[in-house]
Every structure is written in structure tokens, then in C-alpha cells.
């Protein structure tokens, strides 16, 4: 056992693990964060994604042990006082989601291809989410949606 | 008095409400089936078979037993009385063979995946280690694996059956009186006509719904508890009961939050079986969730059809009839409704067109390879994509426009309702409207323009335009009709409202939504017809012990049976809260009338909001005297027909001639689905319907090695597309109401998948027909689309599968429908 110390949803959590523990199973397993899923094996789906001191990272593809003394911010620490970021906004706005298992993954992306790229092309987009997968809405809404977030938000879309 | 929100008139239905299930998702306050955990939960993991046919000689468990925190460690001996059997709803024909399927296997594997043996763990990654340490000795058998060389009976499947048929099903349009004799049609045919000839693979596809299969069991209590990841949660409850001797009524199974189905969680699973047997075994809560390489390997999969295809026409491109000769893989077992998948697209294969004669033969057949079941679309994507294939085929022969041959076959705006050669009764439906409107959006003359003068300039990449005018079958089902299919239950569906004092309004479903958004269109619908606000409407659903009756979700039935059954419930509440209004109103009941939430005296101003009728029957102080203090009402809903939602799909493609390599351009759909309840939800249901389609053409199929190994068994290796692969659509409506639902719906959920398909193919070959080019195997990749171009003149069907899994040049396993065999 590895013990790590990290920040999560502005959360400071100490804890001991198994050095071979993926981030994923830590927030589910250990801290209950279970609005970040599993879709995959192979860091194919990217419905983990979550961010890492700020940019987004598949976290069945990093160990807890590497996000020891980092900040970890999940889908769940995203709203602020209630009020939804803009990129959750838009998701709702433009029906960017349907079943929503792949939602965590691709607004936590979203919101990073946004950071990096406040007005985003419509194939910029398409090429900043290929890492994530979505079964259900033929990916259309959800381009829609990052760039309603772009264009609605303008630079603050991005900001955390 | 009641804090509810003002109540609109009646016009919620066509709005495009932003759906009240975003919220929990947006936010990650979900719950997944595997998100639950209970006190003292055991996890499982399952031991599977690598084989795809074999007898299991030994298990050795001793040293996984001994592994840290294994409770137990349980093998299909140890259960093979107590775990039940998996069920098959739709045995095809009276003598249709089936093997046993127990949920664990206990003597012999019969495809790869196959689960032999389960570890009970106190952590998920304890009982994976230790199902690394069980030890299985196997005895391989020979295994078959192409679903034409099954037919023949060379290699069994099960060698207790003595052959892999399983069924044979027959459509006679002659037989049937709803038509002339086929063969006649295509021996005149042969002699003064045009007869097409074709075969086509419907390669094997898996659902792969974005969310793993999960399922926890709670033995703890009075009740048995399940949680399921699955589409039909009803259907799970009388299944267990029935298989497993444990009262019905002492099982209570939830669906959560469901991340997706797609027809692949329209299932009952070995897995929860395993799961329900291990927890009454141990007595503590466990937990199952199958990694995605499971799910890809073990959960069902759809299609694996072999289609023999033979179209009689006239010299100018009138069909005189159809003839279908269809292998379908049915895998190693009979699933749920695997066997009556085919069925489904048996009355589908005539579509929008006035074929005077039609045959569909289907023989179903085993494989030593994961069992089929359903797929968005579930047969008639099938049926779909073989007629529209064949249209363009036919209009290429007689020389005209592929949209032309359509309407010189189609069934008139003026000719419902419509009687076809399959039997079915269209009621409603306008195709020259949906085209007009689709080709206008389209831009189809520029774009046939530029086809030309990029033919004409030998450019390198070519320009096709494929085109799909589909329909399809929806609202399953008529419990008659199902009931004369052998179908082993009805299609009828059931719903509840209960009138709260506080003036909200529960809703109860017996249908059951994963992703679908029953919850923002079903208040939608309600709101209207009580009149009440759209947000003091609550949808409930997913859970038998709440919604206690129901047939779940697939087949496009939500809206067309589920809703139905929503709205019969709304109007018994009026009419049972008729007569109190009328008695707190002092009134006669014949001149109190119902509307936009309001019962008002004829002629008078006087009158009282349904929330007020709802409180005071609540209080129950003064109400009439023969009746119960109760507005409260359920319904049972048997749909009188199917609908028929159709549509024409526009796509084009470019295509490099050099590279085989394919880029959709524009894809234009112009859907007819009746009624439209919420705009955004069904553009939605398009979108991701189109692209599972598309997929089909394009990406995605399930390869197996010539072991029986599936070797596209991850997301590394099984293409689903991405955002990068995909494009944004361009999508329209027209509307004729169905006639045979009050709310006029048809059904949108498997629009997309089924017309899209053959939409894409058209276009790719229409891009290449004059290169000699009359058919690209799917899925179209640009290996194949590259071997058609350079084999032209043979035809240009393209052998062989995607791209080899493996190096050949390294030792391994090129596919068994590896390319270039």
C-alpha cells in the first residue's frame, strides 16, 4: 500500500492504495465518485476522463499513485453553487446527451478542448472529441453543443 | 392550497422541451447499475471459456479457493439444478430445435465466452485475480463457425441436435392469398424481362451500448432484489420466476439509470442468472459488471444473415415479384427473441412498393459462435437495405434515375390505406411527399450534375449519391398478431396516473427508457391531456415494484404503445373526476365538460381545476355517494396494428479511386413518423440512429478467427465511429399521422439504422458504377471499395472480410473472412 494525498473536487483526501489502483477505481471505489465511469478497457472510450491539474486526462489511464500531490477535478466538482458550467449548460441546451453514460467523459474533454481552443471550428471539435466515445447521439448534438458553448460563452466556456 | 405551477393550455406536444433526465447526467449524480453498493457486497468474476467448442473435462477451483478474500468459487456442477435456463420467448416454428442453454455451462462449451465457472470475492479485483488461478481443462470439439457452412451440416454445432437447423419459416404471397406465385414471376421474367440476382452478407454487428452490462442481487430481506443494467426489467422478473422457482412475487428487479441498449440489453443474461443464483447461494449482496471485452464477447450480438436474393421486373422496371432466401446465424443458442429476429423484417422486405408476388424463405441455423438477438432495428434493416440495394440494381439495368425506378413501384399518396403482398395493412404515408421535400434539401440536381462532370473529367475522386426511400414496421406488437407468430407473449403495454393532493401527477411506465427521454415526453403528452403544468409532472418507471406491469422497451414501442396506454389513462381520470367536480359544482354531470385542466358548468363561469377535484377526493369529504374517493387510473394498452413511420434518405459520397477510401459529403433524411411529441428528442433519436446505420456500412463488423475467437473483442479492434469519422446531418419531416394511435406517433427509435444503411452502399457503388462496379461487400472498407474498383467487370463484389486482424507474416490467425481468401 501507497499512501497519496490529493485534491479532488476541491477536496483534500488522503488515503492508502494498492500501487496498481487505477484513478478511476480511487474516485469510484474509495471516494464514491461515481459520476466518472468505466466504458472500456483499453482507454478506448474516454467516458473517464476527468482533469488533471487543469487538463483533461483518461483516468483508467493513469495510476492514483501518479496523482499523488495533484488536483483532480471530476464531473461532479464542474457546477459551482448550484449553477451549471457552460458546457453542461450547452449539453442540455442543444440535446447533447441521451443515455448520458459518455456525458462525464465528453464534457470534462469538451471543456478542455474549449480551454485550448475558445472558438473552435466545427472540425476542430469533432477532431478534439474523437477520443471519446458516444453510442447513442450519432455525435451531432454534441458538436453542436461545444460550439454553442464556444459561442455563448466565449472564453469563459473553458474556465473552470 | 397546492403549489403547483400554471397550468398552459394544451400545447406541449411538438415543443422542444429540454428533457428532465439532463440534470442527474449533466452532473454525475447518476446511478449505474455498478455505482450501488451495499454493505457486505461480494463481487463476482467469470471464468470463460477460450474455446468455441468444447467438453469441459475438469475444473480445478483449489487454488483460486485459497486466494485472498475468496468466499467462494462456484462451477455449473455446483448449480446445474438450481440456476435455472436461459429462455427462448419465440420458438419460429412448432418443431424448431433448440439445445438446452444453462446460464453456466456444466459439461460443454459451445462458444467462445461461454462461462464455465464464477469467483465470489470481497473486492472486484480479488475475485479477477483469482479467476486467473481456476484451472479448466477442456476437451476441444470441432467447431462451426460460417453460418453457409452450418446449412450444411458438415460440423455440428451441438451434436446432440443431429443437424444446426433449427427452424424453417416460410412467407408464401400465393400460399397466402396476398399475392401471385414468385417463381412464375421470375420465369417470365427470365424470358422477357430483367431478373437480379444477388447475394449479400449481412456481416455480424454488436450493440455495444456505451455502458458495461451490470447486475447486483440483494437476497437479504423479504424479497429477492435485483438490479439490472437492462432494457426489459418485467421481462427479467417473469423469467427468473419461471426458470428458477422463486416466486414472482418475492422478485423484485430495478432498472436505474441505464447507459444504453440499443436491443443489446433486450435480453435476459447468463450473467444475471449466475448472479441470482450465487446470491442465494451465499446469501450476501453481490455484484457483476463485465469488462467491455466481456460484453463484447458474451453479450449479444445482431444481424449475420446471408441473403439469396432474386427480383423479377418488367423491361421497363416494374417489379412483378421478390424472392428471399435467407441463412440467419443464430449462434450457439436460441436467445431471447433470436430466433424471431428474421421474422421481423419478413413483412419488410416489399417495403413502400407494389410487388404482385413475394416468397421469404429463412432457415435458422446454430454456430459455435456468441447467440444473436436484437439490434436496433432487429431484422428490418435487413430486409431494408436487400430491397433498396435492389432498386438502385434495377434502375441501373433499365437506365433510369434510382428515384425514378422508386416511384414507378411505389404505393401512391392516394392508395392508402394499403394492403401488401406480405399481408400488412399501411394506413398512412405520403413518399412522393417525403422525396419532393428531401431532394429539394438535398440539392439533387446540382449534385447528379456534378456527379457527371466529375465522371466525365476521369476525376480521381468520384461522386455518388446513394439513395433510400425505407419504411418500417413499428409499435411492436398487436398480442394477436404475436400470438399467431408463436410469440410467447403479448405486445400490449400498461400505465398508471396517480392524482396526488398536492396537485403533482405520477405517472406510471411500463416501459422502460435508457436514453431515451420517457420522462420530458411523457409529461409533455400528460400536461396536455390533464392539463396540468409540464413540471408537475413526475414519470416513474424502471422498477417493479413501482411500475408493476409492463412489456419494456424495444422495437420502437415507447411512444406507439407505451404513450398510448399514458393517454387512456389520462382520459379514465378525467372521467372518474367527472362526477365529484360535478357534485362539488352542484351541477349536473351531463353539463360539466373537461378541458385545458378545468371542469366548467355548460353556460355558466363556474368551474374547478383537476387539482382541486384531486385534493378534495383526497380529503374525501364530500364527494358522491356509489363511487370510491379515487381519480386515480390505470390502462392496459394492445396496440389494434403496427405503424409505419417511412422516410427517404439522401447521401453522398465521394470516393477515392486511388485509395478506396470513402468520405460522406452530405446526408439528407426526410423522415415521416407521424405526430412529433418533442422535436429535439426525436432529432436525437436520428442522429444516433443514422450513425449506427452508417457504421454498419462503413466500420463495424464482429470477426472471428478460424478457431471461433473473436478477435475484434475490444474498442481497439471493433470500429465504432467517432466524432471525427462522422458528419452533421441535415434532417426534415413530413407528417401523416398515424391512424391507428390517438396521439398519431409511429415510432422514430430505429428509423435511422434502418434507412441509412443501404443509403450509404447505394451511394459508394453509384460513385463507381461506371468503373464497373455493381456491389462493395460491408462494411466498405477501403481495402474492399479499392478490390471492387480493380476487379470490375466480374462484378466487383469484394471477397473477404475487413482488414486482417493480425500480420500474416507473423505467426497467428489471419480471419476467418480475412481478406484476400
Not at chain 2, 4 to 15: C, F, H, L, S, Y
Not at chain 2, 526 to 533: E, H, K, M
Not at chain 2, 560 to 586: F, S, Y
Not at chain 2, 751 to 772: E, F, K, Q
Request: net charge negative; with cysteine; glycine share 10%.
Amino acid at each position: 500500500m501507497t499512501q497519496i494525498s490529493l485534491t479532488v473536487d476541491g477536496t483534500q483526501v488522503t488515503d492508502d492504495v494498492e500501487p496498481r489502483m487505477l484513478l478511476v477505481q480511487y474516485l469510484r471505489e474509495k471516494l464514491g465518485k461515481t459520476g466518472t465511469v468505466i466504458g472500456c478497457d483499453t482507454s478506448n472510450c474516454g467516458a473517464c476522463t476527468v482533469h488533471l491539474d487543469g487538463r483533461s486526462v483518461k483516468s483508467c489511464n493513469v495510476l492514483a499513485v501518479q496523482a499523488d500531490g495533484h488536483e483532480v477535478t471530476t464531473i461532479e466538482g464542474l457546477a459551482r453553487n448550484g449553477e451549471l458550467h457552460p458546457v453542461q449548460e450547452a449539453f442540455r441546451e442543444c440535446h447533447g446527451l441521451q443515455c448520458g453514460f459518455c456525458t462525464p467523459g465528453m464534457i470534462m474533454q469538451s471543456v478542455d478542448l474549449l480551454n485550448e481552443n475558445p472558438h473552435p471550428t466545427e472540425a476542430e471539435v469533432r477532431v478534439g472529441l474523437e477520443g471519446n466515445l458516444c453510442r447513442c447521439t450519432g455525435y451531432h448534438n454534441i458538436v453542436k453543443s461545444v460550439l454553442y458553448a464556444a459561442e455563448h460563452s466565449g472564453e469563459k466556456a473553458g474556465v473552470q | 392550497m397546492t403549489a403547483t405551477a400554471e397550468a398552459p393550455a394544451a400545447t406541449e406536444i411538438g415543443k422542444d422541451r429540454r428533457r428532465k433526465e439532463d440534470q442527474r447526467l449533466l452532473t454525475g449524480r447518476t446511478r449505474w447499475t455498478d455505482n450501488l453498493t451495499l454493505p457486505g457486497m461480494l463481487h463476482l468474476a467469470m471464468v470463460r471459456s477460450p474455446h468455441a467448442h468444447a467438453t469441459i473435462a475438469s475444473i480445478d477451483t483449489s487454488a483460486a479457493r485459497n486466494a485472498t478474500n475468496v468466499v467462494a468459487v462456484v462451477t455449473g456442477q455446483d448449480i446445474a439444478d438450481t440456476q435455472g435456463v436461459m429462455i427462448n420467448a419465440w420458438p419460429i416454428t412448432p418443431d424448431q430445435k433448440a439445445p438446452a442453454h444453462p446460464p453456466m455451462a456444466v459439461d460443454r462449451v459451445a462458444f467462445a465466452g461461454e462461462v464455465v465457472a464464477v469467483v465470489i470475492a470481497r473486492s472486484a479485483a480479488e475475485a479477477r485475480d483469482a479467476a486467473e488461478l481456476v484451472d479448466v481443462q477442456f476437451d476441444e470439439l470441432p467447431a462451426v463457425l460460417d453460418l453457409q457452412e452450418a446449412a450444411k451440416d458438415t460440423v455440428l454445432a451441438h451434436p446432440d441436435l443431429e443437424t444446426n437447423k433449427s427452424a424453417f419459416w416460410r412467407f408464401d404471397s400465393a400460399e397466402a392469398g396476398t399475392g401471385g406465385n414468385v417463381d412464375e414471376a421470375i420465369e417470365k421474367a427470365r424470358a422477357d424481362g430483367i431478373v437480379i440476382e444477388r447475394e449479400i452478407d449481412q456481416q455480424r454487428l454488436i450493440p455495444a451500448f456505451m455502458e458495461p452490462r451490470s447486475v447486483v442481487v440483494d437476497p437479504t430481506g423479504e424479497q429477492i432484489t435485483i438490479w439490472s443494467s437492462t432494457q426489459i426489467p418485467h421481462i427479467v422478473r417473469f423469467a427468473l420466476a419461471a426458470t428458477t422457482g422463486v416466486a414472482e412475487s418475492k422478485i423484485r428487479v430495478v432498472a436505474p439509470d441505464v447507459g444504453g441498449g440499443f436491443g443489446g440489453k433486450l435480453a435476459v443474461t447468463p450473467e444475471e442468472w449466475i448472479t441470482f443464483a450465487v446470491a442465494r447461494r451465499v446469501q450476501k449482496p453481490v455484484k457483476y459488471t463485465e469488462t467491455r471485452s466481456e460484453s463484447l464477447q458474451s453479450a449479444h450480438h445482431g444481424r449475420a444473415q446471408h441473403q439469396r436474393l432474386t427480383l423479377a421486373a418488367t423491361k421497363d422496371g416494374r417489379v412483378t415479384g421478390l424472392k428471399v432466401e435467407l441463412i440467419a446465424d443464430l449462434g450457439a443458442y436460441v436467445a431471447l427473441v433470436g430466433g424471431g429476429i428474421p421474422l421481423l423484417g419478413a413483412f419488410m422486405y416489399n417495403a413502400i412498393y407494389k410487388f404482385p408476388s413475394y416468397r421469404f424463405d429463412c432457415q435458422t441455423v446454430f454456430t459455435n459462435k456468441t447467440f444473436t438477438d436484437a439490434y436496433r432495428g432487429a431484422g428490418r434493416p435487413e430486409a431494408t437495405y436487400a430491397v433498396e440495394r435492389l432498386m438502385d440494381e434495377l434502375a441501373s439495368e433499365v437506365g433510369v434515375d434510382p428515384l425514378e425506378i422508386r416511384q414507378r413501384n411505389w404505393i401512391t399518396h392516394e392508395e392508402f390505406p394499403f394492403t401488401t403482398v406480405a399481408g400488412m395493412t399501411y394506413d398512412s404515408g405520403n413518399y412522393e411527399a417525403a422525396t419532393a421535400k428531401a431532394k429539394e434539401m438535398f440539392g439533387y440536381d446540382d449534385l447528379r450534375a456534378e456527379q457527371r462532370q466529375r465522371r466525365d473529367a476521369g476525376d480521381r475522386v468520384q461522386l455518388g449519391i446513394g439513395v433510400s426511400t425505407f419504411t418500417e414496421m413499428c409499435g411492436l406488437a398487436p398480442s394477436r398478431v404475436l400470438g399467431s407468430l408463436d410469440y410467447g407473449a403479448g405486445g400490449w403495454d400498461h400505465a398508471g396516473i396517480r392524482m396526488l393532493a398536492t396537485g403533482k401527477v405520477e405517472v406510471v411506465v411500463g416501459v422502460s427508457p435508457h436514453g431515451q427521454g420517457h420522462e420530458t415526453a411523457f409529461s409533455q403528452i400528460v400536461a396536455d391531456r390533464l392539463g396540468v403544468a409540464f413540471d408537475d409532472v413526475e414519470v416513474l418507471h424502471g422498477d417493479t415494484q413501482i411500475s408493476h406491469k409492463g412489456m419494456d422497451t424495444y422495437g420502437s414501442r415507447s411512444l406507439v404503445v407505451g404513450a398510448e396506454a399514458v393517454v387512456r389513462a389520462a382520459d379514465k381520470v378525467i372521467e372518474k373526476a367527472k362526477p365529484i367536480a360535478a357534485h362539488l359544482l352542484e351541477a349536473n354531470v351531463d353539463d360539466v365538460e373537461f378541458a385545458a385542466g378545468r371542469f366548467g358548468v355548460k353556460g355558466t363561469d363556474q368551474g374547478m381545476g383537476i387539482a382541486d377535484v384531486a385534493l378534495a377526493t383526497f380529503a374525501a369529504h364530500n364527494y358522491p355517494e356509489g363511487i370510491e374517493p379515487n381519480i386515480d387510473a390505470e390502462s392496459t394498452y394492445d396496440p389494434v396494428n403496427f405503424s409505419f413511420p417511412h422516410g427517404t434518405h439522401l447521401c453522398a459520397m465521394e470516393v477515392d479511386t486511388e485509395t478506396g477510401q470513402t468520405t460522406m459529403r452530405r446526408y439528407v433524411c426526410v423522415d415521416d413518423i407521424g405526430t412529433i411529441i418533442n422535436p429535439l428528442i426525436v432529432g436525437g433519436q436520428v442522429h444516433g440512429g443514422l450513425v449506427q446505420g452508417i457504421a454498419q456500412a462503413l466500420w463495424e463488423e464482429a470477426v472471428y478467427d478460424e478457431s471461433g475467437t473473436l478477435v475484434s473483442g475490444s474498442f481497439v479492434d471493433y470500429l465504432l465511429p467517432t466524432s471525427a469519422d462522422t458528419i452533421s446531418f441535415e434532417t426534415g419531416h413530413t407528417t401523416s399521422p398515424s391512424s391507428y394511435t390517438m396521439l398519431g406517433t409511429k415510432g422514430v427509435g430505429e428509423a435511422g439504422t434502418i434507412a441509412s444503411t443501404p443509403a450509404v452502399v447505394n451511394a459508394i457503388v453509384d460513385a463507381l458504377r461506371h468503373l464497373g462496379v455493381n456491389d462493395v461487400r460491408m462494411p466498405c472498407t477501403p481495402e474492399r471499395v479499392w478490390r471492387a474498383i480493380h476487379s470490375a467487370g466480374s462484378g466487383g463484389a469484394t471477397e473477404g472480410a475487413a482488414m486482417p486482424h493480425f500480420d500474416e507474416a507473423e505467426p497467428g490467425q489471419p480471419s476467418t473472412e480475412g481478406a484476400g481468401q
